[in-house]
T-cell receptor, first 114, second 113 residues
């Protein structure tokens, strides 16, 4: 079984709808992240959480919110989806070790907002 | 702030050709450097990493050396295969404070038989 799972894998929705993307991990890591990927822009950080009570905005948090329900679960919400939020969304986890902090990624959720 | 710059793609090579994908960075302190690979339809996988100056990361025939004097972490492979076709991302993790990754924009590699 995959260590980092994301649901759904694909989602098509309409402008104005509320959407939740979910991420679960079995790696036992405290740190979790949400990124979006757009063609030619690489990955940009939306939110990150270093433990259940520690949530931080990333580079592009406007229009998004998150919830860290447990160490293993980190959800991303779009309160009112808009077309420019059409993108590939990745969840990642990490745990600092040996002076570095390697991130492990889920398979991604492809979101289309019409 | 921190930033990572990669060469633009796509890079198209014939099988067994030599590969170089350039990556330079701007960061304060002593960041860790990473190369991630994304195969079609999949998430990102760690390819290799280096945590201090002059370290060489290597995996699956790929290598990259952390060059502090030139702030670079170029990815190389001596003989590419069709199965290496993917998007490659250079990334850094800050040396101090909170450690969210900063990614480059990615370089698509296409290897032709």
């Amino acid at each position: 079984d995959a260590d980092v799972t994301q649901t759904p894998r694909n989602r098509i929705t309409k402008t104005g709808k509320r959407i939740m993307l979910e991420c679960s991990q079995t790696k036992g890591h405290d740190r979790m992240y949400w990124y979006r990927q757009d063609p030619g822009l690489g990955l940009r950080l939306i939110y990150y959480s270093f433990d259940v009570k520690d949530i931080n905005k990333g580079e592009i948090s406007d229009g998004y919110s998150v919830s860290r329900q447990a160490q293993a679960k980190f959800s991303l919400s779009l309160e009112s989806a808009i077309p420019n939020q059409t993108a590939l969304y990745f969840c990642a986890t990490s745990e600092p070790r040996g002076g570095t902090d390697t991130q492990y990624f889920g398979p991604g959720t492809r979101l289309t907002v019409l | 702030g921190d930033s990572v710059t990669q060469m633009e793609g796509p890079v198209t090579l014939s099988e067994e050709a030599f590969l170089t994908i350039n990556c330079t960075y701007t960061a304060t302190g002593y960041p860790s450097l990473f190369w991630y690979v994304q195969y079609p339809g999949e998430g990102l996988q760690l390819l290799l990493k280096a945590t201090k100056a002059d370290d060489k990361g290597s995996n699956k025939g790929f290598e990259a050396t952390y060059r502090k004097e030139t702030t670079s972490f170029h990815l190389e492979k001596g003989s590419v295969q069709v199965s290496d076709s993917a998007v490659y991302f250079c990334a850094l993790s800050p040396g101090t404070g909170r450690r969210a990754l900063t990614f480059g924009s990615g370089t698509r590699l296409q290897v032709q038989p």
